[in-house]
């Protein structure tokens, strides 16, 4: 059912290239097709610059939401259904370059009852207008994907497969610097997570998410991969994320990054790669999960 009020909340901002930048450093994606001297090196980009980072994207869909819960009162509602889990659907329809007119919405919220009550919202992000992310955000009271990670991980060396042969790590740690500065490159106020003289620091949901991207990365440098010859975009996220333990995310905490081996389905245009992704704190407990799709540049540009 609708909740009462559907209103429409939404946000803008004009990325820079010095946003990319700050997502970047803060996050270590070091992604060719964000940087300002590399991107023009890997083959068949059809883009006319560097690309805005999806996790930034991601981020401002996330504030969004966060001023449609506040500006609704919908926190008794999380509470009074037990919605303990954060879950993303994004797909990828398009691109965002530095310069253009960005535009995140966030419709009215829909509450579903049932055995795993949800309370959801259709998201979309707009550049100069056009659509190029689809989706929604669901707080539910069961995470909708699994959140169980092989065991070991907070005791395996950085930057190496787990005994099953298939998952890689990547340890990063948390940092309120690296947090704001994130929150920077996404066009969100940094102050309104963390503010050391208010004694507020909380950080957002899409900031540990982030890392998985240098994780994927760190995974493709460890196998060889050549990011400029043979590259990938991101089609598809999907997350879930435990609400109680990323509000007990404090500063130097570290993350277990895993990243699995990849799923790979369809053929010609709907060729995709899935790797499944978890992020996992110092005591073993599964902060979140996540299905990062990816799709080769050439298949997409009908050059398979």
Request: aromatic share 8%; net charge neutral.
């Amino acid at each position: 059912m609708s909740m009462p009020d559907s209103h429409v909340t939404v946000l803008e901002t004009t990325y820079t290239q010095t946003h990319v930048d700050a997502a970047r450093y803060a996050t270590d994606d070091f992604n060719p097709f964000h940087d300002k001297r590399r991107w023009q090196r890997i083959a068949g980009n059809p883009f006319a610059g560097p690309l805005v980072l999806g996790f930034q994207q991601a981020a401002l869909l996330e504030d969004a939401v966060r001023r449609h819960r506040l500006a609704h009162d919908e926190a008794p509602v999380l509470h009074r259904h037990r919605l303990a889990y954060s879950n993303y659907q994004l797909s990828f329809a398009g691109a965002v370059l530095p310069g253009q007119r960005v535009e995140a919405q966030v419709r009215g919220s829909r509450l579903e009852p049932g055995d795993n009550p949800q309370l959801s919202n259709r998201l979309l992000l707009r550049a100069d207008g056009v659509p190029v992310v689809l989706g929604f955000k669901r707080e539910s009271a069961a995470p909708l994907l699994t959140m169980r990670a092989p065991p070991g991980a907070a005791a395996a060396s950085d930057r190496s497969f787990l005994p099953d042969g298939r998952t890689f790590l990547k340890r990063k740690f948390v940092m309120t610097g690296n947090g704001k500065t994130f929150l920077l490159g996404a066009g969100v106020e940094a102050s309104d997570y963390i503010d050391e003289i208010d004694g507020r620091v909380g950080f957002p949901e899409l900031f540990p998410l982030s890392y998985l991207s240098c994780a994927l990365l760190e995974r493709g440098l460890h196998q060889g991969h050549d990011f400029a010859a043979a590259p990938l975009v991101y089609a598809a996220h999907r997350y879930s994320v435990n609400r109680l333990r990323m509000a007990g995310v404090t500063s130097n905490a570290p993350l277990n990054l895993l990243v699995g081996e990849p799923s790979i389905a369809g053929e010609g245009l709907a060729l995709r790669h899935t790797y499944p992704c978890q992020i996992v704190l110092r005591d073993g407990a599964v902060l979140a999960s996540a299905e990062m799709v990816l799709a080769p540049l050439s298949v997409l540009r009908g050059n398979s």
